[in-house]
């Protein structure tokens, strides 16, 4: 079984620049998660889709950042303008469609590093 | 809301036991997670628990007391390539929508 993909797997941009991620999950899976990991955190939840549709962005800056899910199935997550403080691992994660406990395990993406200078 | 302490780092021998612990505070308390992450990775799924007990995995166990807000991972015979970060989260919610939070990970370094 393929895994949740990611691209691209670093990226360096100047500050007020945009970047966009792009997130592949396992197929089959209805609940697609964005995190955003700063070095030396866990994971903080930027916005999370069952199918195409946001059912939590509450932690989402959301004057400068998007996301989409288009056909419930791939996403982006865009960041227009980025600021310093941006600099983060971008993780993308996915689980199947939550009926029971054990079917809520979330499998990440490798992530995408994002450097602002 | 939520709030979830575990310490920032430990040490360990190789060979040896090491006990990793979660405490969190929550309303709609509906299971914790234990997720490994080494450095420059993604996290992978090591444990679940939902009601109070030990659930053993191999060299892997994790235990919960929902009534103390707390868990504890347990990793035995400890290998070089059990460094990692060891994140804890809760989950809470139930129905249509559950929220999953992240503790801030605990750094286990394996020394031989």
């Known amino acids: 079984e393929a895994g949740v993909a990611q691209s691209p797997r670093y990226k360096i941009i100047e500050k007020r620049q945009s970047v966009a991620f792009w997130c592949n999950p396992i197929?089959?899976?209805?609940?697609l998660y964005w995190y955003q990991q700063i070095l030396g955190q866990g994971p903080k939840l930027l916005i999370q889709?069952?199918?195409?549709?946001?059912?939590?962005d509450s932690q989402l800056p959301k004057d400068r950042f998007s996301a989409e899910r288009l056909k419930g199935v791939d996403s982006t997550l865009k960041i227009q303008p980025a600021k310093l403080e941006d600099s983060a691992v971008y993780l993308c994660?996915?689980?199947?469609?939550?009926?029971?406990?054990?079917?809520?395990?979330?499998?990440f993406g490798a992530g995408t590093r994002l450097s602002v200078l | 809301g939520q709030n979830i302490d575990q310490p920032t780092e430990m040490t360990a021998t190789e060979g040896a036991i090491v006990q990793i612990n979660c405490t969190y505070q929550?309303?709609?308390?509906?299971?914790l997670f234990w997720y490994q992450q080494h450095a420059g990775e993604a996290p992978t799924f090591l444990s679940y628990?939902?009601?109070?007990g030990l659930e053993e995995k191999g060299r892997f166990s994790s235990f919960l007391s929902r009534s103390k807000g707390y868990s504890y991972l347990l990793l035995k015979e400890l290998q070089m390539k059990d460094s990692a970060s060891y994140l804890c989260?809760?989950?809470?919610?139930?129905?249509?929508?559950?929220?999953?939070?992240f503790g801030i990970g605990t750094k286990l370094q394996v020394i031989p």
């Open positions: 628990n939902v009601l109070d």
């Open positions: 994660a996915s689980s199947p469609q939550t009926s029971g406990a054990y079917k809520n395990i979330q499998y």
């Open positions: 197929s089959g899976h209805a609940t």
């Open positions: 989260a809760v989950r809470e919610g139930s129905g249509g929508y559950q929220k999953v939070t």
């Open positions: 889709f069952q199918n195409n549709g946001v059912v939590d």
């Open positions: 929550t309303s709609g308390f509906n299971g």
